[in-house]
């Protein structure tokens, strides 16, 4: 099994753990007067049982017998406002210095970054929604478009979203998103892409309803069949109004 070699020292578990406890300092290096480092749950050799009853465990298997492994914790859910702020709350911070580690929680480390195409494509779909959000907002305004060249991706911001934000895209759809894999995370920016896209075709087709249906030459003929219908209506009750109560019907009096 090849050994993991990480990029920065403060991604290794057993660094911070040893810097945490004082063993080693900021360059690596071992402490004087501290002991060497032990995984948790081992024993030291010096205490180790010895003497008369005792018997040496056979190479390759551990002296003691583990006991049942604890159920894992189910996850939290976080809500979606706290994940948005996690996700676009980038800090940066010294390389060479090691964050405190907060207490109850085990520290995450990010171990992989997403494709720079990915990353490309992520920003892509994001600046086509914007463009089709002002596109429609003009329309119903009935005001000229905004150019489309403001919102075509020119080759400088094409590098950009492939070196300097992939590692914060990366970070969003960590927090935000919940992708587990550079794999997961292709997944979701597929099934952005695809669901902007077919939800942009639909708001597009309400928007010319809302703005070409009333002016429909055949419903204006239905509107003023309508009116006219109303205006009868109307004039009727007028003239009746005009002439007066009815006389009333019915056998004459007798006279006496």
Not at 225 to 231: T, V
Request: glycine share 10%.
């Amino acid at each position: 099994m090849r050994p993991l070699i990480h990029v920065s020292r403060n991604r290794c578990a057993i660094y911070r753990q040893l810097r945490n406890e004082g063993r080693v300092d900021i360059w690596g290096r071992t402490v004087p007067g501290k002991e060497s480092y032990r995984p948790p749950g081992s024993t030291p050799a010096s205490a180790a049982p010895s003497g008369p009853g005792t018997e040496a465990a056979p190479s390759g298997t551990s002296a003691e017998t583990p006991g049942p492994a604890p159920n894992p914790a189910p996850e939290a859910k976080i809500p979606l406002g706290k994940r948005l702020a996690s996700g676009f709350g980038v800090k940066y911070r010294d390389v060479g210095t090691t964050p405190p580690a907060t207490p109850g929680e085990a520290a995450q480390v990010q171990t992989w970054d997403v494709s720079p195409e990915t990353s490309e494509r992520f920003w892509a779909t994001i600046i086509g929604f914007i463009g089709t959000i002002f596109n429609l907002l003009t329309g119903w305004l009935e005001i000229p478009p905004v150019p489309k060249e403001v919102f075509e991706i020119d080759p400088g911001q094409a590098f950009v979203f492939r070196t300097a934000m992939r590692g914060f895209t990366t970070n969003i759809l960590i927090k935000v998103f919940r992708a587990k894999s550079p794999e997961d995370a292709d997944r979701i920016v597929a099934g952005l892409t695809g669901f902007l896209g077919f939800g942009m075709m639909a708001m597009k087709i309400a928007l010319h309803m809302i703005i070409h249906v009333p002016k429909s030459p055949r419903l204006k003929k239905f509107r003023e069949a309508r009116e006219a219908a109303k205006a009868e209506k109307e004039a009727a009750k007028a003239a009746k109004a005009a002439r007066g109560p009815a006389a009333p019907t019915g056998p004459a009096p007798a006279v006496a």
